[in-house]
């Protein structure tokens, strides 16, 4: 049973700042990568940022410069630090792990999600 736990979200004004954290729990045996992404009603979900096993970070191009992705291994945690924040980052944010409970193989798993609202 791999959990995923995140916190942080909130309402924030436009060009504030919020600092997402998700905690991963569970007898996780391989791990590739670990992410964030959000998602809108009626929307696909879009990865926002990722960082690998090997600390290989990704980013979305409307996030670049703006956003920053870590890790804490130490307390199997990711964070998100997100800056300058604009309206257009209202979204449901969710945690992504992806590896495995097993030493073959590869899942995704999921965090229930953490509402970030950008508004004046």
């Known amino acids: 049973q791999v959990q995923l736990v995140e916190s942080g979200g909130g309402l924030v004004q436009p060009g504030g700042s919020l600092k997402l954290s998700c905690k991963a729990s569970?007898?996780?045996?391989?791990?590739?990568?670990m992410g964030w992404y959000r998602q809108n009603p009626g929307a696909q979900r879009e990865l926002v940022a990722s960082?690998?096993?090997?600390?290989?970070?990704n980013y979305a191009d409307s996030v670049k410069g703006r956003f920053t992705i870590s890790r804490d291994n130490a307390k199997n945690t990711v964070y998100l630090q997100m800056n300058v924040l604009k309206p257009e980052d209202t979204a449901v944010y969710l945690c992504?792990?992806?590896?495995?409970?097993?030493?073959?193989?590869?899942?995704?798993?999921w965090g229930q999600g953490t509402q970030v609202t950008v508004s004046s």
């Open positions: 569970g007898p996780i045996r391989r791990l590739n990568a």
């Open positions: 992504n792990l992806r590896g495995s409970t097993s030493w073959t193989g590869t899942a995704d798993y």
């Open positions: 960082i690998t096993s090997g600390g290989i970070t």
